[in-house]
């Protein structure tokens, strides 16, 4: 049995989504009920959850002149109080409270409205209520959208510190061919940082925007921060408990050291990184050594862009490989003056540093 205390499960639009396109409300009181029973053992959940959508369509048909943006936009917006409401029900018979939590992707964009969002989380988990998360599909417009519901989960599993992630979707794991294929085989471990392009075919779930190339890439990035990814099939029966006791076939990535909160965050900044800063082969060295090491003047060649204190800026090596992403303890103006200079205070201290897993 695993001890996993605290837990986010990701539950995709194809396990609560029948073939017609409409919502599966049977499997939802299922997995409900297989959420309260991790409760009961006195374990945290956080729930992502997809299916807003398939619940709006049960509803409301969209008028045949609105374009495809505005008619998602309609049913996500009606789906999204069907799809608490089924689950608010759901929880009730166990006696136990859930809550809305709806974010886009300008949430995890800077500390300030990271931290409000952590003390969300911590505050409703503190009294034992079980956060039920989507992507605000309403207001998110392409180019804000996360690639979808895995990399959102991902996101809140790092950010809550989580033992575990369960990405429940509609095949049992990931594949060494194509899963239909009678001859492909079922991966059941795989080893942080291990290289997944060569099994994962792009093919896309029926109804959910993220295939298994978006699952393995997350799931790879969230088990280098010492959080266990779990893939599952999630209309498998007592698939939680089949997961938890080990008993029901799927594929785990294994994590690997826990790395702290704020390495965490940073981890995730990648898209809003101000400055670059190349180094040189010793300061690369260093940096990737067994020692922890800062970033300090004396290895950088060159800054490109601009940045202040606190920002967080891009580290790459003279050929232009990312080596990681950091917080600037000054900015690029001073920086510059202090390009290979010995003796002087680091530009990127060690604790606000994340390496980025290519490197290693």
């Known amino acids: 049995e695993l001890s996993y205390q605290k837990l986010v499960i990701k539950i995709g639009s194809n396990v609560l989504t029948r073939g017609d396109g409409l919502p ?4 939802l009181v299922k997995l409900s009920n297989e959420i309260a029973q991790l409760k009961k053992q006195g374990r945290q959940v956080v729930l992502v959850s997809s299916g807003a959508v398939a ?14 943006v505005s ?6 917006s009606v789906g999204q109080v069907k799809l608490l409401n089924n689950y608010s029900e759901a929880f009730k018979t166990h006696g136990l409270v859930c809550s809305q939590v709806l974010v886009t992707k300008d949430d995890f964009r800077d500390k300030m409205h990271y931290r409000n969002m952590l003390n969300c989380f911590d505050v409703l988990l ?18 804000l959208m996360f690639t979808d519901n895995d990399e959102l989960a991902g996101l809140i599993a790092s950010m809550i510190r989580a033992d575990a992630l369960f990405i429940l979707s509609n095949v049992a794991g990931l594949f060494d061919g194509d899963p239909s294929a009678e001859q492909s085989k079922l991966i059941e471990e795989v080893d942080a940082g291990a290289d997944l392009s060569a099994f994962i075919t792009a093919k896309k779930s029926n109804f959910g925007r993220g295939g298994m190339l978006t699952k393995c890439n997350m799931a790879g990035k969230i088990s280098q921060m010492g959080i266990s990814v779990h893939i599952a099939n999630g209309t498998t029966d007592g ?35 101000k400055g670059v800063v190349r180094i040189n082969a010793g300061a690369k060295t260093a940096l ?25 800026i891009k580290i790459i090596d003279d050929q232009g490989n990312l080596v990681g992403l950091g917080i600037a303890r000054y900015g690029s103006g001073k920086a510059g003056e202090l390009i290979g200079r010995k003796n002087q205070r680091p530009l990127v201290h060690y604790d606000y540093l994340y390496l980025s897993q290519e490197s290693h």
């Open 239 to 273: 698939i939680v408990a089949g997961i938890m006791n080990g008993k029901v076939r799927h594929t785990r990535f294994l994590p690997r050291k826990a790395i702290s909160g704020t390495k965490g965050w940073i981890a995730h900044t990648d898209k809003y990184t």
């Open 126 to 143: 503190q009294h034992d209520i079980i956060p039920i998360v989507n992507e605000n599909d309403v207001i998110s417009i392409t180019e």
């Open 288 to 312: 990737m050594g067994q020692r922890a090491s800062s970033l300090l003047p004396i290895g950088i060649m060159e800054i490109e862009g601009a940045f202040e204190k606190d920002d967080v």
């Open 71 to 76: 008619a998602r936009q309609l049913l996500a």
């Open 24 to 27: 599966d409300q049977e499997r």
């Open 55 to 68: 619940a709006g369509k049960s509803l409301i048909k969209p008028g045949s002149k609105i374009d495809v």
